[in-house]
């Protein structure tokens, strides 16, 4: 008896389980792409080296195009069309629309996603490359223009939006420590 080639998977995405009989060499990508119809997540490069299709699993940043669906399973997947609440737009998208941080749009869902996760990873104390002090009891760095275009390299624009980029994750990540969530510039 050959081995089966595929496999009978529940996927949490945003919240609501999927089950799909998928090949076992489908992309977590194609799966939301073709198969469930969420196409907010882009599909770039298909090598992982673009960040177009960033989306959050289990709360973290992962480029969709080289997780296996097969692997995703008993995962919690956001994807962008996942983040906001209702019609109230997550804060890292609404700054993003208030400071032009796209220009073709193509790669602002990845974007969106990834700049949620550094917020994140960010308030958590994790450094980066660029981080002075990485010492525990030192605490978050400041999250400086340098550290955000650090967190986001994996993140390409090609229209060059990285200015408002910046802008817009700096101004979400202030909000989100505030408190002040929504609140205009």
């Not at 960040?51 to 692997?71: I, P």
């Not at 906001?84 to 869902?109: I, K, M, N, S």
């Amino acid at each position: 008896m050959a081995p089966s080639t595929s496999s009978t998977v529940t996927l949490d995405i945003n919240g609501e389980k999927h089950t799909l009989s998928v090949d076992h060499r489908t992309t977590l990508l194609d799966a939301l792409r073709e198969r469930l119809d969420l196409t907010g997540t882009k599909k770039g490069c298909d090598q992982g080296q673009c960040g177009a299709c960033t989306v959050l699993v289990d709360g973290r940043r992962t480029v969709s195009c080289l997780q296996l669906a097969v692997a995703s399973q008993e995962r919690e997947i956001t994807t962008v069309e996942g983040v906001a609440e209702g019609e109230r737009l997550h804060p890292v998208q609404q700054a993003f629309l208030d400071l032009d941080g796209f220009q073709c749009g193509y790669c602002t869902p990845g974007q969106i996603c990834s700049a949620i996760a550094v917020i994140e990873e960010h308030a958590a104390g994790w450094p980066s490359a660029v981080t002075e002090d990485v010492r525990p009891e030192a605490g978050p760095p400041p999250l400086t223009p340098e550290e955000i275009r650090e967190r986001m390299s994996g993140n390409l624009c090609r229209c060059g939006a990285y200015v408002q980029i910046v802008q817009a994750v700096a101004r979400a990540a202030a909000e989100t420590r505030t408190g002040t969530e929504g609140a205009a510039a």
